[in-house]
């Protein structure tokens, strides 16, 4: 993750000797445990506005965070702030002020334990407390959303957020003549794989493809997983013919991985042959398995 959206402090940079000068004074203001919630004392007007505020333009998630830091460091004149968040699901990940990248020496003297920590050491111990609560609670919420929007083995989406992209994209293409084209991806062969060498093995491979998928795509284009060893891509603004360069490029970075993994694809292009989801599915499908030799009814 970068320093926009967070580090361990396993995977941060060295930086310059006054970052390290830095660290040294970065003071703990109020390093708490794990828990999160709100009491009635450490209650804060301004953090609880600035929440609401940011729920009625967009959701609570990481940028929210650094909005907070932002407006914690004006409101008490602070030159340095970051918080610390601690959770099972999301291990440690430090936030500083700015997006500024929090470095190995720094988070040497933070000792990765949650809390709020700024320079110069003035705040009160009950907003530091609304502070981390606040952005704890918008890191959550974040990660819950990436959740539900991804598949849990290969990190890319999941059939719930393609469905949506794919609907998104055809509606706009009927409407204003976007071009797009429909990749379905099924792998070849992959059950044989599985009993084999067993699913521990099969599922590797898994999130290998959708490393390798995810490197494929544009910015921009959609990859998802909708099935078992079923992945389907979304490629923006392409009236076909990139399908083939799409297909090159994921076979380049399968070879780098070392995955053996063998695949087709079959396509549908949208407005050309359809804008209907459902046909477009039905079409890419039916030159899939024409592909592979396989007639279906």
């Known amino acids: 993750m970068s320093s926009k959206n967070g580090s361990t402090a396993e995977s941060m940079r060295d930086e310059s ?12 203001i109020h390093a708490v445990d794990g828990r999160s919630g709100f009491s009635g004392e450490g209650y804060e007007p301004w953090l609880f506005q600035t929440m609401l505020n940011e729920l009625s333009e967009r959701e609570l998630g990481v940028g929210f965070i650094y909005s907070i830091l932002e407006l914690f460091a004006t409101r008490h004149g602070l030159t340095d702030v970051a918080v610390v968040l601690v959770n099972e699901s ?5 936030f500083r002020l700015g997006g500024e990248s929090v470095t190995p020496d720094m988070a040497a003297h933070l000792k990765a334990s949650p809390g709020v920590y700024c ?13 981390r609560t606040a952005c704890q ?3 959550s919420l974040h990660l819950a959303r990436f959740s539900a929007a991804h598949d849990p083995l290969t990190n890319i989406s999941n059939r719930r957020s393609f469905d949506e992209a794919l609907e998104v994209a055809a509606a706009r293409s009927a409407r204003y003549g976007w071009a797009f084209t429909l990749v379905l991806v ?5 059950k044989a794989v599985n009993d084999k060498s067993g699913h521990e093995f099969g599922n590797h491979l898994l999130r290998q493809f959708g490393f390798a998928l995810r490197q494929a795509v544009r910015q921009g284009d959609t990859a998802a997983r909708i099935g078992g060893d079923e992945f389907a891509v979304i490629l923006s603004n392409a009236e076909g013919h990139e399908s083939s360069g799409f297909t090159e490029r994921l076979k380049g970075h399968l070879i780098a991985l070392g995955n053996p993994v063998e695949f087709t694809i079959g396509t549908a292009t949208s407005p050309r042959d359809s804008t209907d989801p459902g046909e477009l599915l039905r079409m890419a499908d039916g030159r899939l398995y024409e592909k592979k030799g396989i007639r279906i009814s």
Not at 17 to 28: G, P, Y
Request: net charge negative; proline share 5%.
């Open 119 to 131: 320079e110069p050491d003035t705040v009160p111990a009950v907003e530091c407390d609304a502070v």
């Open 90 to 94: 999301f291990g440690t990940q430090m």
């Open 186 to 190: 099924d792998l070849n062969n992959f």
């Open 137 to 139: 609670l918008a890191m």
């Open 17 to 28: 000797d006054d970052d390290i000068d830095a660290a040294a004074t970065l003071t703990s």
